[in-house]
């Protein structure tokens, strides 16, 4: 239970922790030294002068009690406490209890001491943080007597800690900034790294310690490799893609030559390949994609909307949220994310008979849905669904055609592009499949 507690309260960020390792070792090394030292060396200075105290005040009780009469001892003792500088009052009335202010330490040590060495001591009074005022027992009655505070405690123990506080702060501070230095390039690679899973390539140099050194130069050999896979694989499918099209063409040529009734299942299977071909080159360009650039996200949803609708597709606009949120364009990669909705918007539409694209704006998230009223996408086969080549068509609707298994897919390559994903839901609103492809801000 407690190590959970301190799990949730211990700071999340770099920063915050390197200032706990600082500052926690700090204060507990102040905090030791000040109930140690402080409490007790300091309380031994103050026993130590309260007892060379504690001699004068039996000397100059014992003069009193020599004296023959009240005048004489007052003379007596005036005497006396004008070389021990202190001030003296015979007789006087005595009050009760002993009197000091709860923060005064030393002021315990005071008290405890005089009672300890002096059983004539009637009462102590120390609210005064400047002087002590004390009742002695004598036998003309009680006597008060008062003298300097600093006689019986250390004057300066306030220094030590103001010392102690500004040195810690100090060294605290320049530890804070060479340390700053040492987790700068471990924040730059970070931030690199998060850039990088947002589809977005910033400029990183590795620098700092030999170990983060070493950790960003790996870091740009793993992105470098990434990237090479990517285009390797990106210019197989379009170069594949592209070189299947020339004999295609070649194909439908000569049928289109033969007789109809002969030629027209041929020309439907050439039809499907060209299908294919399409699709591969689409997925091929999912990822290769177009720049990062500010962009507006509820013009470009609108857009594909729009466009839809012109191609005769029952799509429209559906709720949007938080949109007041976007106060400036967000960069993306337009004609991919552009690509996506189509993709979402055509699969609505090849199961369902109408969809909805909604647009949720949150403070680090876009959420773009695509709703259908189709039979939907059991659970057990949404992450199936996502996989290139992955057909569901026997629990979809085949009447509008078949695809080639590569839609979900695509969006799923380009949500990722942008450190984002796609979801596969059921929708409240149609009754069918919803889509949401989140994209980090």
Same mark, same amino acid.
């Given at each position: 239970?407690?190590?959970?507690?301190?799990?949730?309260?211990?700071?999340?960020? =770099?920063?915050?922790?390197?200032?706990?390792?600082?500052?926690?070792?700090?204060?507990?090394?102040?905090?030791?030294?000040?109930?140690?030292?402080?409490?007790?060396?300091?309380?031994?200075?103050?026993?130590?002068?309260?007892?060379?105290?504690?001699?004068?005040?039996?000397?100059?009780?014992?003069?009193?009690?020599?004296?023959?009469?009240?005048?004489?001892?007052?003379?007596?003792?005036?005497?006396?406490?004008?070389?021990?500088?202190?001030?003296?009052?015979?007789?006087?009335?005595?009050?009760?209890?002993?009197?000091?202010?709860?923060?005064?330490?030393?002021?315990?040590?005071?008290?405890?001491?005089?009672?300890?060495?002096?059983?004539?001591?009637?009462?102590?009074?120390?609210?005064?943080?400047?002087?002590?005022?004390?009742?002695?027992?004598?036998?003309?009655?009680?006597?008060?007597?008062?003298?300097?505070?600093?006689?019986?405690?250390?004057?300066?123990?306030?220094?030590?800690?103001?010392?102690?506080?500004?040195?810690?702060?100090?060294?605290?501070?320049?530890?804070?900034?060479?340390?700053?230095?040492? =987790?700068?390039?471990?924040?730059?690679?970070?931030?690199?790294?998060?850039?990088?899973?947002?589809?977005?390539?910033?400029?990183?140099?590795?620098?700092?310690?030999?170990?983060?050194?070493?950790?960003?130069?790996?870091?740009?050999?793993?992105?470098?490799?990434?990237?090479?896979?990517?285009?390797?694989?990106?210019?197989?499918?379009?170069?594949?893609?592209?070189?299947?099209?020339?004999?295609?063409?070649?194909?439908?040529?000569?049928?289109?030559?033969?007789?109809?009734?002969?030629?027209?299942?041929?020309?439907?299977?050439?039809?499907?390949?060209?299908?294919?071909?399409?699709?591969?080159?689409?997925?091929?360009?999912?990822?290769?994609?177009?720049?990062?650039?500010?962009?507006?996200?509820?013009?470009?949803?609108?857009? %594909?909307?729009?466009?839809?609708?012109?191609?005769?597709?029952?799509?429209?606009?559906?709720?949007?949220?938080?949109?007041?949120?976007?106060?400036?364009?967000?960069?993306?990669?337009?004609?991919?994310?552009?690509?996506?909705?189509?993709?979402?918007?055509?699969?609505?539409?090849?199961?369902?008979?109408?969809?909805?694209?909604?647009?949720?704006?949150?403070?680090?998230? =876009?959420?773009?849905?695509?709703?259908?009223?189709?039979?939907?996408?059991?659970?057990?086969?949404?992450?199936?669904?996502?996989?290139?080549?992955?057909?569901?068509?026997?629990?979809?609707?085949?009447?509008?055609?078949?695809?080639?298994?590569?839609?979900?897919?695509?969006? %799923?390559?380009?949500?990722?592009?942008?450190?984002?994903?796609?979801?596969?839901?059921?929708?409240?609103?149609?009754?069918?499949?919803?889509?949401?492809?989140?994209?980090?801000?």
């Amino acid at each position: 239970m407690f190590f959970r507690w301190l799990k949730r309260t211990m700071p999340r960020g =770099l920063y915050g922790r390197a200032a706990l390792i600082l500052l926690l070792p700090v204060l507990t090394l102040q905090i030791l030294v000040s109930v140690v030292f402080i409490q007790r060396h300091f309380e031994g200075v103050t026993q130590l002068m309260t007892r060379s105290v504690a001699l004068d005040l039996q000397y100059l009780q014992e003069t009193v009690a020599e004296a023959p009469d009240l005048a004489a001892a007052r003379v007596a003792a005036t005497r006396i406490a004008n070389a021990l500088e202190m001030e003296i009052a015979l007789p006087v009335a005595a009050p009760g209890k002993d009197a000091r202010e709860f923060f005064d330490l030393s002021g315990r040590a005071v008290i405890a001491t005089l009672r300890d060495r002096r059983n004539d001591v009637i009462a102590v009074d120390l609210t005064d943080r400047g002087r002590v005022d004390l009742r002695l027992a004598t036998a003309y009655g009680p006597m008060a007597v008062t003298f300097s505070r600093i006689r019986v405690s250390a004057s300066n123990p306030h220094q030590l800690l103001v010392v102690m506080v500004v040195m810690g702060a100090l060294m605290t501070l320049i530890s804070f900034v060479f340390l700053r230095n040492q =987790l700068r390039p471990i924040k730059r690679m970070a931030t690199a790294a998060q850039q990088y899973g947002k589809g977005r390539i910033v400029t990183y140099a590795p620098s700092g310690a030999t170990e983060v050194r070493a950790a960003g130069t790996a870091f740009l050999d793993m992105r470098n490799r990434i990237e090479r896979q990517t285009q390797s694989r990106t210019m197989m499918l379009s170069g594949v893609s592209h070189d299947l099209r020339t004999p295609l063409t070649r194909l439908r040529l000569g049928l289109s030559l033969m007789d109809d009734a002969e030629a027209a299942p041929l020309i439907g299977d050439v039809d499907d390949m060209q299908r294919l071909v399409d699709a591969f080159l689409d997925f091929a360009r999912s990822d290769a994609g177009d720049a990062v650039v500010p962009t507006d996200v509820l013009g470009l949803v609108r857009q %594909a909307v729009a466009d839809a609708q012109r191609a005769g597709q029952a799509a429209s606009l559906g709720p949007l949220k938080g949109v007041d949120l976007l106060d400036a364009p967000v960069p993306l990669r337009p004609m991919a994310l552009r690509r996506a909705l189509e993709n979402l918007i055509g699969n609505a539409l090849r199961y369902g008979t109408r969809a909805e694209v909604g647009l949720t704006v949150m403070e680090r998230t =876009l959420r773009i849905s695509v709703e259908d009223d189709g039979p939907g996408i059991p659970a057990a086969r949404r992450e199936e669904a996502l996989r290139p080549f992955s057909r569901l068509d026997p629990a979809r609707n085949q009447d509008k055609g078949s695809g080639v298994g590569l839609g979900l897919a695509i969006v %799923a390559d380009i949500a990722r592009l942008h450190g984002g994903v796609l979801r596969l839901d059921d929708s409240e609103r149609l009754g069918g499949l919803k889509a949401d492809l989140v994209l980090a801000r």
